[in-house]
């Protein structure tokens, strides 16, 4: 008898309960091939900024954009918002490629470095005062560390005239932030909003906006066809510059308006008790340890354990049973695993999981 699967792969993810429902919704009605200049789809980009507004609480001085990855908004951010400096607090594999996409760029960087499983605050002197971007990751899915919003706050009062830019590629919309706090945020759909690859959602605010302006005065090339005040205007008429990711839009809509149904107190109380019994099981198994060994420091998201004796044990054992893991990102492949702890996974789902974790000796 073949075992179903169940996905608890960080990414992509799987699909949200709803998501099998929308998207046969979705072919019904020809979304996926309806012309982006209709009225039709300013209708859907509208549904889906006002769902994420009321999800995210996000204030009303920011604007919602799409592109085709969180990976983009990266070459976005170095593009148009900064001159010359950046700085960036790096924890893990996506902070560093963040940081290596404005090296590529040629600009001047500045950096916070931890150890991979750890988080090295960034503190007042950190950086430059003439650092114009500050990049952080709320949540660093290679390595299972989150970094606490508090320093985020604390950071934007030291360097009043820098951006406050937050990778939130694994933890929106279950990790809570405050927008009024930080001036730019992105995600991808494929992680918490359990949604096929293929869409990336930038969030910046009226200053990011006035940060451009001053960039492109200056004569800076900022981008071309994909500048930020081209794709921000387009915006504010519900549209894009290019053929987007329609469907994709659409399911994020639908899928937004899902989670407010549910109510996201509900959602981050969920969150919070499935990531407890998960780390509560790896303190049970005598072979098993979270890789971020302070415990504020572990993501509420993305479980992470190291394996006396390798991970393939655990990884195999558990897929006989149809339950389908990930294994660590890059250098900690072979020692460590990494468990997704989304919206979609049930209580229910994470108990089994943690009960047949416990049986593998």
């Known amino acids: 008898m073949q075992h179903p699967t169940f996905n608890f792969v960080p990414g992509p993810s799987a699909l949200y309960f709803t ?23 300013k209708n859907i980009y509208r549904h889906t900024d006002s769902q994420l507004r009321n999800l995210l609480n996000l204030p009303d001085n920011y604007q919602i954009l799409f592109a085709a990855s969180a990976t983009e908004i990266w070459e976005r951010i170095a593009q148009n918002l900064v001159l010359q400096k950046s700085g960036h607090v790096v924890n893990g594999a996506f902070s560093e490629k963040c940081l290596q996409t404005a090296k590529d760029y040629q600009l001047q ?14 503190q007042p002197g950190s950086f430059s005062d003439d650092v114009e971007v500050i990049h952080f990751t709320l949540n660093e899915t290679s390595t299972g560390a989150q970094y606490p919003v508090e320093n985020i706050y604390e950071i934007r009062k030291a360097y009043p005239e820098a951006l406050i830019s937050v990778d939130m590629v694994s933890a929106a919309p279950v990790l809570p932030i405050d927008f009024e706090q930080i001036d730019c945020a992105y995600f991808s759909v494929q992680k918490c909003f359990g949604l096929p690859a293929g869409l990336g959602v930038w969030l910046i605010n009226d200053r990011s906006l006035d940060k451009f302006r001053k960039n492109k005065e200056s004569g800076r090339l900022t ?41 996201i107190q509900a959602i981050r109380n969920d969150g919070i008790y499935k990531s407890v019994l998960l780390y509560e099981t790896f303190r049970k198994h005598p072979a098993l340890k979270p890789l971020v060994l302070e415990e504020k420091f572990r993501s509420g998201t993305v479980a992470y354990a190291q394996c006396e004796g390798g991970a393939k044990r655990f990884v195999e054992a558990l897929a006989q049973k149809g ?7 890059g250098k900690l492949k072979e020692d460590c695993f990494r468990i997704a702890n989304f ?15 416990l049986k593998i000796e």
């Open 19 to 41: 998501a099998e429902h929308h998207i046969q919704e979705a072919v019904r009605k020809g979304i996926p091939s309806i012309s982006h200049r209709s009225e039709e789809f």
């Open 109 to 122: 960087t500045e950096e916070v470095r931890a150890a991979w499983g750890e988080v090295q605050l960034a």
């Open 223 to 263: 981008g071309s066809y994909r500048r930020l005040d081209r794709i921000a205007d387009s915006a504010r008429k519900f549209q894009t510059q290019e053929t987007p990711n329609v469907l994709n839009i659409y399911l994020l809509g639908k899928i937004a308006e899902d989670m407010n149904q549910r109510g």
């Open 323 to 329: 339950l389908c893991i990930g294994t660590g990102y």
């Open 343 to 357: 919206p979609t996974h049930s209580r229910e789902l994470i108990e089994m999981l943690c009960d047949e974790l």
